[in-house]
């Protein structure tokens, strides 16, 4: 089978997996006492005693998995416009398993997912014609350029989101702003990722690189503020939102870190590039808030419309 057919696999697998990690993870978090990132060795204490959460976070993790074998067969910028596919299963399995209603204006964004999907696919080569060369290292120095303002940015966003959220006078926020600061961080993630499918496996080398250590970093932080912002938060929006924001950050700043080119043929830089702005379109017409519930008070502890079981 060609390379670029086992990377398409592997793509469509993680999305899967990263799917219905998701959304086990929110099912686990209805159940759950409020979570705070202000305490976050009590937030672990409290997830790691759900074995639904548990076996959420090992599909996530082998989502992560299965995301080191694209990145080894498929270039930076292709293998994003098929991880945002994922997002119409995830849409599907949230309204299925937890009950979030998503809008019209969300049921034409799938619409607008597929549509992008199908066309970075059709932008890839066989091997028949010539696979994209796959980019493998980048500078220590750009990479660290690159991933530390953004996770100081994503650190302060989150924040920012956190002190507006407090103000009980706003409508119920639908975790737009959530989902982009988490977004940061994983996009920081996904460049490391990438970067240790190209060091492996040369272990010594590996260690003596950035990637391991920003990995440690954004795990444990996009651990806590994930959870954190599921359980307020629809998972059917700020799940989208964060798989955009990685997808579209890895693809710009991954494509330039690793050296990798765009196709050169017209046509299918004309697809890989329109399915990039479709992409950018969704987030952008993405609702910021829900609407109040009509019947819910202002005490209402599940103000975003998912009742806790």
């Known amino acids: 089978m060609p390379a670029?057919?086992?990377?398409?696999?592997?793509?469509?697998?993680?999305?899967?997996?990263?799917?219905?990690?998701?959304v086990l993870e929110k099912r686990a978090l209805t159940r759950l006492p409020e979570v705070s990132v202000r305490r976050p060795a009590?937030?672990?204490?409290?997830?790691?005693?759900s074995p639904l959460w548990l076996a959420g976070s090992i599909a996530l993790a082998s989502g992560f998995g299965a995301q080191l074998a694209v990145y080894r067969t498929l270039p930076i910028a292709a293998a994003?416009?098929?991880?945002?596919?994922?997002?119409?299963?995830?849409?599907?399995?949230?309204?299925?398993?937890?009950?979030?209603r998503t809008s019209g204006r969300e049921?034409?964004?799938?619409?607008?997912?597929?549509?992008?999907?199908?066309?970075v696919v059709l932008s890839l080569r066989d091997a028949g014609q010539g696979q994209e060369a796959i980019g493998g290292?980048?500078?220590?120095?750009?990479?660290?350029?690159?991933?530390?303002?953004?996770?100081?940015?994503?650190?302060?966003?989150?924040?920012?989101a956190e002190r507006r959220a407090r103000h009980r006078h706003r409508l119920p926020t639908t975790g737009v702003e959530y989902g982009v600061?988490?977004?940061?961080?994983?996009?920081?993630?996904?460049?490391?990722?990438?970067?240790?499918?190209?060091?492996?496996?040369?272990?010594?080398?590996?260690?003596t690189s950035p990637y391991p250590y920003l990995l440690l970093c954004t795990g444990a932080?996009?651990?806590?503020?994930?959870?954190?912002?599921?359980?307020?938060?629809?998972?059917s929006l700020i799940v989208p939102v964060c798989t955009t924001v990685t997808c579209l950050f890895t693809a710009v700043l991954g494509t330039?870190?690793?050296?990798?080119?765009?196709?050169?043929?017209?046509?299918?830089?004309?697809?890989?590039?329109?399915?990039?702005?479709?992409?950018?379109?969704?987030?952008?017409?993405?609702?910021?808030?829900?609407p109040p519930p009509a019947s819910a008070s202002s005490s209402d502890p599940h103000p975003t419309g998912v009742a806790a079981p």
Not at 4 to 22: D, K, M, P, R
Not at 42 to 49: D, E, G, S, Y
Not at 258 to 275: D, M, N
């Open 181 to 207: 600061a988490v977004g940061l961080l994983y996009g920081v993630s996904s460049l490391a990722i990438k970067g240790v499918s190209g060091v492996l496996p040369d272990v010594p080398a590996l260690f």
């Open 107 to 119: 049921r034409y964004a799938i619409g607008a997912i597929l549509a992008a999907l199908l066309m």
């Open 80 to 100: 994003q416009g098929i991880f945002v596919s994922g997002l119409v299963l995830l849409l599907l399995l949230s309204s299925r398993l937890l009950g979030e």
């Open 221 to 235: 932080c996009g651990l806590v503020m994930s959870q954190a912002a599921l359980q307020r938060c629809r998972a």
């Open 42 to 49: 009590h937030l672990l204490r409290q997830v790691v005693t």
């Open 256 to 290: 330039l870190a690793f050296g990798e080119s765009l196709p050169h043929e017209p046509l299918r830089l004309a697809l890989r590039v329109a399915g990039t702005a479709l992409a950018v379109a969704v987030l952008l017409l993405m609702p910021k808030h829900d």
């Open 137 to 160: 290292r980048a500078p220590a120095p750009l990479i660290l350029t690159v991933c530390v303002p953004s996770l100081a940015a994503g650190l302060f966003l989150y924040a920012s």
């Open 4 to 22: 670029v057919a086992w990377g398409v696999g592997a793509a469509l697998l993680a999305n899967t997996l990263y799917s219905v990690g998701f």
